[in-house]
């Protein structure tokens, strides 16, 4: 597609389930960002990859979540023992850039929308 | 500690009147500050940006300025349109990511 998709587009989860979000980047880019969006808040990283190397994963809350990208194009995002603080939209983003750079190279996709029940 | 704020969660301007977001930081490091907009049920999409070592930045209806003594950016879209109703966030670039702002939810209104 020509667009960063995403999957699913919405999730319920019951509270102690293991959840995967997956994003498929716009061929070719090199870099990959995880974002979470809290109800009425704006973006906050998670974590950044460049290809298949993982340089960034200083936003991750906790160690129940672990993010892979292990061919350097597709990315899940893994979440384990999801907890209704974990309730928020999971926006994946990729640029052909190595970096976030100027941020006019980076394209968002629609994002994964979980809710822990 | 939120390094970038956007202080107003909302705003209403009439059509063709200037609207005016306005964006706060604490970091003097950022290299780009950038304005993203958001429809509802979609992903953020990128508007304008401006480099730390400017002070204003214009693309047609929209003109970003850079107060960096101050820490402070904004967004002025003059006339301002229905279809730019929308929520609006204010970004900073550091080590290759971006920090979000809270956003602001502008409604124009015909």
């Known amino acids: 597609g020509a667009g960063v998709s995403q999957s699913p587009r919405y999730k319920v989860a019951k509270r102690g389930q293991d959840v995967a979000l997956r994003c498929d980047p716009i061929?070719?880019?090199?870099?990959l960002f995880w974002y979470q969006q809290a109800l009425g808040q704006g973006p906050e990283f998670l974590t950044y990859?460049?290809?298949?190397?993982?340089?960034?994963k200083s936003g991750l809350p906790s160690d129940r979540f672990f993010a892979e990208r292990p061919e350097g194009s597709v990315s899940t995002l893994k979440i384990q023992r999801t907890q209704q603080e974990d309730s928020a939209v999971y926006l994946c983003?990729?640029?052909?850039?190595?970096?976030?750079?100027?941020?006019?190279?980076?394209?968002f996709g629609e994002g994964s929308w979980l809710t822990v029940v | 500690d939120q390094q970038v704020k956007q202080n107003s969660p909302s705003l209403s301007v009439q059509e063709g009147r200037i609207s005016i977001l306005n964006c706060d930081y604490t970091?003097?490091?950022?290299?780009?500050f950038l304005w993203y907009k958001k429809y509802p049920a979609e992903g953020p999409t990128f508007l304008i940006s401006?480099?730390?070592?400017?002070d204003k930045n214009e693309d047609g209806r929209f003109t970003v300025f850079l107060n960096k003594s101050a820490k402070h950016l904004s967004l002025h879209i003059v006339p301002s349109q229905p279809g730019d109703s929308a929520v609006y966030f204010c970004?900073?670039?550091?080590?290759?990511?971006?920090?979000f702002g809270q956003g602001t939810t502008l409604q124009v209104k015909p």
């Open positions: 990859f460049q290809n298949e190397a993982q340089l960034d």
């Open positions: 970004a900073a670039s550091l080590t290759g990511k971006l920090i």
């Open positions: 970091n003097s490091m950022f290299d780009y």
């Open positions: 061929s070719g880019h090199v870099s």
């Open positions: 983003a990729s640029s052909l850039m190595s970096s976030a750079g100027r941020g006019d190279t980076i394209y």
């Open positions: 401006i480099s730390s070592i400017k």
